[in-house]
């Protein structure tokens, strides 16, 4: 029973900034759960390509597909969501992952920074949800209802700004358009929720892990002591886009070892 709740089998999934960490993660568990092919996108078509040949030998019916891409701009968008188009006719799992950060005092935050992380984290998945509506309608039905899974943060939670002023606010939003996107398009069988991840090991925490007296407190700090590992995003992804979630809409799930408990 616990098989076919959470198989992805002959599912078709886009995952942005696929190529590492938490898209990389998420794209492993879905192949493992039998999707039939999961679409990456990243800016490095190298490590695009690369990571799809990982993950392509991952079981013998599942293809990781690269479609590498920017997805900072409308165009890039536009043109992303039309080659989708040409090679499928529906999806079933959307993962809007790819994310970015500036650190910056108050004093000194740039225009420029500020713009680059809302664009990214906020107005890239609105527009890419919105460009591939048709792909997402295509095969929902009210028992086999297509997903999108918004990654958001604990930042967006929080009140320290210690992640950086313009990306807890982001993700702040993020977490908000899952909720309104959720009541705008369960009437079309798509559902929307969030994972709302505390820190995980990625290249954009790496500065912390590099300061061992900052890593050592956060360690002591976070209830379960330590950071997420990659089984850790995979479960809440796979709950989310497979049967085992399909009553599961608007949710922003924290998957953050407890953090949230000490703010």
């Known amino acids: 029973m616990s098989d076919s709740l959470f198989s992805m089998h002959d599912k078709v999934c886009v995952i942005t900034g696929g190529s590492r960490g ?21 800016r490095k078509p190298e490590e695009c390509a690369q990571t799809a040949d990982e993950l392509s030998n991952l079981n013998e019916n599942g293809e990781c597909i690269a479609l590498p891409s920017d997805m900072s701009s ?9 080659e989708l188009a040409d090679r499928e006719g529906h999806i079933d ?26 664009d990214l984290n906020v107005k890239t998945p609105f527009f890419l949800t919105q460009q591939l509506l048709p792909l997402l309608k295509a095969n929902a039905t009210p028992e086999n209802s297509a997903s999108v899974i918004n990654i958001g943060s604990v930042a967006g939670f929080m009140g320290s700004a210690g992640s950086g002023v313009s990306y807890g606010t982001s993700k702040a939003a993020i977490h908000q358009l899952t909720r309104n996107l959720a009541s705008l398009l369960a009437e079309d069988n ?11 090991h990625s290249k954009m925490t790496s500065y ?10 956060e360690i002591k700090m976070i209830p379960l002591h330590r950071w997420g590992q990659d089984e850790d995003i995979m479960g809440p992804a796979l709950l989310l886009a497979s049967r085992a979630g399909a009553y599961m ?15």
């Open 93 to 118: 799992v959307l993962v809007n992952n790819a994310g970015t950060g500036w650190l910056a005092s108050v004093e000194e935050f740039p225009e420029i920074g500020w713009d680059k992380v809302m």
């Open 208 to 217: 912390v892990e590099q300061d061992k007296a900052q890593y050592d407190k």
């Open 22 to 42: 938490l898209g990389k993660a998420m794209a492993r568990a879905f192949l493992n759960a039998e999707a039939s092919k999961v679409y990456i996108t990243a």
């Open 74 to 82: 409308g165009e890039d968008i536009g043109r992303f969501a039309k």
């Open 190 to 200: 798509i559902r929307v929720n969030a994972i709302a991840p505390g820190r995980f």
């Open 249 to 263: 809409t608007g949710e922003i799930i924290t998957v953050d070892g407890g953090s949230l408990l000490i703010w």
